[in-house]
């Protein structure tokens, strides 16, 4: 390809509204279209970020459910027995480690919070909590606080203790409108 077409390509790119792909708005630089053969590569201007629309796109409006509340409260007796279960299953032979405890506190609180979201109670965020720790003798008391709407938001505590270590499980269901 001569420099004469090279040229009336580049301007024509220019005017279409197309770059060459070293990322200019001018082609700079001849000498490194000669270099490519027989092949320009072009890029829109509405490809490079700076020269799209500032419009952006509308918001998605939900629709108002007007419910306030849930219409089943959440089954605390139910979860209760499902962290005695799962704290029962997995600790009772268990002696205290703290990498293994470790561990056990990230699998134990995944189990829990799947079998509570098998359960399908609607609108509720689940937040499950594990502390293990090793039995010697001490004392430790645990606290928690939370904001919530005392009418519809609620939680579930269960502790288990075996030879050698304490586990304490929170289950925190919050009502999500």
Same mark, same amino acid.
């Given at each position: ?39 320009? @590569? ?66 134990? @609180? ?48 269960? @502790? ?18």
């Amino acid at each position: 390809m001569s420099d004469l077409a090279k040229e009336k390509v580049a301007r024509l790119l220019k005017k279409r509204g197309s770059v060459s792909s070293l990322g200019s708005h001018d082609v700079r630089n001849k000498n490194l279209l000669l270099k490519n053969k027989d092949s320009i @590569s072009t890029v829109s201007y509405m490809d490079d970020p700076g020269h799209h629309d500032d419009v952006s796109r509308p918001a998605v409006q939900m629709e108002n459910t007007y419910q306030l509340g849930p219409k089943k409260r959440f089954p605390v007796q139910t979860v209760k027995e499902i962290l005695k279960d799962v704290l029962s299953s997995y600790l009772l032979e268990v002696k205290y480690e703290a990498e293994l405890c470790r561990q056990m506190t990230k699998t134990i @609180s995944e189990v829990v919070k799947a079998r509570v979201k098998d359960m399908m109670i609607p609108r509720y965020k689940i937040i499950v909590v594990i502390s293990i720790g090793q039995l010697t003798g001490q004392n430790m008391h645990v606290g928690s606080r939370c904001l919530w709407d005392a009418t519809s938001d609620t939680f579930c505590s269960n @502790s288990f203790k075996n030879s050698s270590l304490f586990a304490i499980a929170n289950v925190y269901a919050v009502y999500f409108e």
